[in-house]
């Protein structure tokens, strides 16, 4: 058999919820305060005997129905400016980020020192200022074919050393 205190719960459950929704007028608020009243309850009467269970669990549910009001009204509805600027994405990288990039950053460097100096200033002009590859054959005084030729070269080079099984 269940102990009294839970027998006198389960029996009022419902008009404990009742109540504390009209206090509040918020029903998953209310589900919460009946269980915290529960929770409290239930503690309190292995610990003492009390004259008036039901009478005091209605009582424990009502004072903390009002106490989720007054947290209510005391607490912004509306988020606040600081919480919306924690949502922003910040555009400054993490330090652990930075340490990659800048391992990186040497890798390339000392793989487009291993190209040939012709090889490196392709690769510079087509991928790192943007050239076009007739402009980039143009300024080496080679045919558009070569220049792709010299760029794919570079790239697949530095794609091995920088993409290397690790």
């Known amino acids: 058999m269940a102990e009294p205190a839970l027998t006198i719960y389960l029996e009022n459950r419902a008009e404990l919820v009742t109540l504390a929704k009209r206090i509040i007028r918020d029903g998953a608020s209310a589900e919460d305060v009946v269980q915290e009243a529960w929770l409290r309850f239930s503690s309190r009467t292995q610990t003492a005997e009390i004259v008036q269970p039901k009478h005091y669990l209605f009582s424990i549910v009502r004072n903390l129905a009002l106490d989720w009001l007054r947290r209510s009204a005391v607490l912004p509805t509306t988020p606040t400016a600081q919480v919306y600027m924690e949502a922003v994405a910040s555009e400054t990288p993490s330090a652990e980020r930075v340490l990659y990039y800048r391992d990186e950053l040497k890798e390339l460097q000392a ?56």
């Open 111 to 166: 793989s487009l020192a291993e190209l040939p100096e012709r090889t490196r200033r392709a690769f510079r002009l087509n991928r790192i200022e943007r050239k076009t590859l007739q402009e980039t054959a143009d300024r080496l005084g080679v045919s558009l074919t070569m220049a792709h030729k010299i760029v794919a070269q570079a790239s697949v080079h530095l794609a091995r050393k920088l993409y290397r099984e690790k």
